[in-house]
C-alpha cells in the first residue's frame, strides 16, 4: 500500500482542494518570491557599490536584505512545494531534506527579528541620545551585532533540525489531495527525556511558548517602546544653535537626514510585526488549545497564507527604501540605467557604445557629486546659489559645505570615486586612470570639497569651478582641449 494512504484522514475540508485557489497561491507564492529576490539584490549591490553608504544602519539595512534573499530563495520555493506537491512526487521523502526546510526558515527569521531590533535601538541612540550614539554605533560593534544576529538563532533554531517527513491524504466535498510534508519529532525528545507517554507534547509546547515571548513579544516591545519615543523626538521641531550660515544649514540638513531615515526604520519595523504576527499567532493558539483548531480543518491554507503573510514583508522591504530614502532610490535607478544600457547600447555597434559609456560617466561623476556634496543640487537654483557664494567671499573661513563626518567619509571616498572615467578624443574613447581633480573654489575656504563646484546641469562658476587633469593616459593625442566637459 502507497505510504500516502497510510495516514488518510476522515472527511477534512481544505480550501487548497479547489482548483482555482490552489493556482492562486501558487501565483502570489511566486510574485512575491521573484519580486523579493530582485529587491533585495538590488539593496545588496547598492549598499556594497557605493563606498559613501557603508554607515552602520545601512549595515544593518544590508544585513536585513540577505536574511530576506535567502528567505526568497530557498524557504519559499521550499515552502511551496512542500503544501503544493503532490505526496507521489515524494519530493520530501528524505527526512534529512525535512531536517533543511523546517531550520531554515526560523533561522532567517529570527535574525531578521535580531536585526530590527538592533538596527531599532541604534536609531534610538542617533535621535533620542545623540551624545551616546559614536559610543553604541561604531562600525567594529555593529560588526559584533550583526554576528550575534546569526549565532543566536542557529542555537536557539536547533530543535527544529529534529524533524521528519509526513505523508497524508485528504478527502471531503470539495476534492481531495495528497501532500507530503515535514513535521517536527519533538514527541521522541518527550519520550526521551521522561519516559511517559503522559508527558507527550509538553516540550512542544514548552519550547513554541518560549519561542513566542523570546523571539517574538520581547523584540516587538522593545522595537515599540524604541519606536515610541523616536517618534516623539521626530514631532519636535528641529532646533539648531546659532551659527554662521553655512554650518547652521549644513547641520539642519545633517538633523533632518538623520529624521528620515528614523521614519524609515519606524516603517519597516511595524511592517514586519504586522506580516509575521499571524504566524506567531496561529502557532501559539495552536499549541495552548487542548484540540487544535487545525485538526479541524484548513491546516494546508492555514499554513500557506500565515506563511505567505511572512513572505511578503521581504519584498516589501525594498519598496519601502525606494519610496523613503533618496539615495537608495538615486542608486537603484542608477543600477537599472546600466541594466538598460548593457541591453540597449551594446546592440547599437561601435557608436552606440561610445555614446552610452559618455553618458553613463556624465550620470556617475555627477551623482557621486550630488552624494558626496550637499551644496551641489542646491546650486542649480540660482537664488541659493549667490547666497552661497556671497557667505564664501564674504566669511571665506566658514563656508564648509558638509559636516566633518562628510570631509572624512569624501577622503576616502576619493579613492574610489574616480578609479576609472571614459573621455572622448577625437571621437574616439579613452580610458584614464589615476585622475586628479583640481579645486580651484576660494583660496581660504576650509574645509574645501576636491570635487565642489560641477553644477548638475552642466553650467559652471567661475567662484566653483574644477577642472579635471588626466594623468596616465592610456591612448596617445590628449590634452586638456580633447577632455569630455562634464
Known sequence: MDSCQLN??????????????????????????????????????????NSHMHTVTNYYIMNLAISDLLVA?????????????????????????????????PVFVFASVLTLVAISIERYYAIVHPLSAMKVSSKSRTRKILAV?????????????FSRSLPFSIHSELGSISREICND??????????????????????????LFFVMYLTPSAVIFITCV??????????????????????????????????????VIAITFIISWSPHYLVSIISQLQPNSFLREGQIIFTM???????????????????????????????????????CTFRSLGPYGMRYGQ??????????????????????????????????????????????????????EEEKSIVKKYIFKNNGHVCKTENIVVRNSSPVNVEPASPLKGILKNGTRNVDYQSNIRCHEQLCTGDDERNIADV
Not at 556617475?364 to 557664494?389: G, M, W, Y
Request: with cysteine; charged share 20%.
Open 185 to 210: 519529532r519533538f514527541n521522541e525528545i518527550d519520550f526521551a527525556l521522561f519516559g511517559d507517554p503522559e508527558h507527550i507534547g509538553d516540550f512542544r509546547k514548552g519550547y513554541f511558548l518560549f
Open 149 to 161: 544576529t546569526w549565532v543566536i538563532p542557529i542555537l536557539v533554531a536547533s530543535p527544529f533540525v
Open 73 to 105: 530563495a530557498l524557504v519559499m520555493p521550499l515552502k511551496l512545494l512542500e503544501y503544493r506537491a503532490e505526496c507521489q512526487w515524494h519530493i520530501f521523502k528524505s527526512d534529512g531534506l525535512c531536517s533543511v526546510v523546517y531550520y531554515l526558515l
Open 229 to 266: 519615543k523616536i517618534a516623539i523626538s521626530l514631532v519636535q521641531p528641529i532646533t539648531v544653535e546659532n551659527s554662521i550660515y553655512g554650518r547652521k544649514d549644513t547641520r539642519r540638513r545633517h538633523e533632518e537626514n538623520k529624521r528620515k531615515v528614523a521614519r524609515m526604520v519606524i
Open 8 to 49: 488518510a484522514m476522515e472527511p477534512y475540508r481544505d480550501y487548497t482542494q479547489v482548483g482555482w485557489v490552489s493556482a492562486i497561491i501558487t501565483f502570489a507564492y511566486v510574485l512575491v518570491a521573484t519580486l523579493a529576490l530582485l529587491g533585495n539584490l538590488l539593496v545588496i549591490w547598492t549598499v556594497w557599490r
Open 358 to 411: 559618455s553618458q553613463r560617466f556624465t550620470s556617475t561623476f555627477r551623482q557621486t557629486l550630488s552624494e558626496t556634496d550637499p551644496n551641489h543640487l542646491a546650486l542649480n537654483d540660482h537664488r541659493h546659489r549667490n547666497t552661497v557664494l556671497l557667505t564664501a567671499k564674504t566669511h571665506p573661513s566658514h563656508s564648509s559645505s558638509g559636516t566633518d563626518s562628510d570631509i572624512r567619509e569624501l577622503k
Open 304 to 342: 500557506l497564507i500565515t506563511h505567505l503573510c511572512g513572505f511578503v514583508n521581504s519584498c516589501l522591504n525594498p519598496i519601502i527604501y525606494t519610496a523613503m530614502s533618496q539615495k537608495f532610490r538615486r542608486s537603484f535607478k542608477d543600477i537599472l540605467g546600466r541594466i538598460l544600457y548593457c
